[in-house]
């Protein structure tokens, strides 16, 4: 197998993965902005709008981030670990509420970050 092949379904998964929870986050924004007033929550920092704003801009990043995975850019690369380092992190917090779920979303975090880590590198030099 050639080493340009190795690795080349890992990072698929990764970009693919990426781009669904850029869509998801994309949406998620659009409903917060939409509806800010239907949801009744506190926040530490901001309020719905804000935050609306962020999981927008989070969500076309994170698509753009996916596709930048498949031309190992580097960026993307960091971008995706880091992401999906935070969306693991965050699982812990609501392991109470649906540990089915929050065992997969990690699981899956895992993953992603395994396929960028080992096979998101560059090539070697030269090449």
């Given at each position: 197998?050639?080493?340009?092949?190795?690795?080349?379904?890992?990072?698929?998964?990764?970009?693919?993965?990426?781009?669904?929870?850029?869509?998801?986050?994309?949406?998620?924004?659009?409903?917060?902005?939409?509806?800010?007033?239907?949801?009744?929550?506190?926040?530490?920092?901001?309020?719905?709008?804000?935050?609306?704003?962020?999981?927008l801009?989070?969500g076309?990043?994170?698509?753009?981030?996916?596709?930048?995975?498949?031309?190992?850019?580097?960026?993307a690369?960091?971008?995706?670990?880091?992401?999906?380092?935070?969306?693991?992190?965050?699982?812990?917090?609501?392991v109470?509420?649906?540990?089915?779920?929050t065992?997969?979303?990690?699981?899956?975090?895992?993953?992603?970050?395994?396929g960028?880590?080992?096979?998101?590198?560059?090539?070697?030099?030269?090449?």
């Amino acid at each position: 197998m050639d080493e340009k092949e190795k690795g080349t379904g890992w990072l698929v998964f990764a970009s693919i993965m990426l781009v669904i929870a850029g869509v998801y986050n994309f949406i998620w924004g659009i409903g917060a902005l939409a509806k800010d007033d239907l949801y009744v929550v506190r926040f530490l920092f901001g309020n719905l709008t804000f935050w609306g704003w962020v999981w927008l801009i989070v969500g076309v990043i994170e698509v753009i981030a996916g596709f930048g995975v498949l031309t190992r850019n580097q960026a993307a690369r960091w971008f995706g670990i880091t992401m999906a380092s935070i969306s693991a992190i965050i699982a812990f917090f609501y392991v109470w509420a649906a540990p089915g779920w929050t065992l997969l979303v990690i699981a899956l975090d895992l993953l992603v970050i395994y396929g960028l880590s080992v096979y998101g590198g560059r090539e070697g030099i030269g090449s």
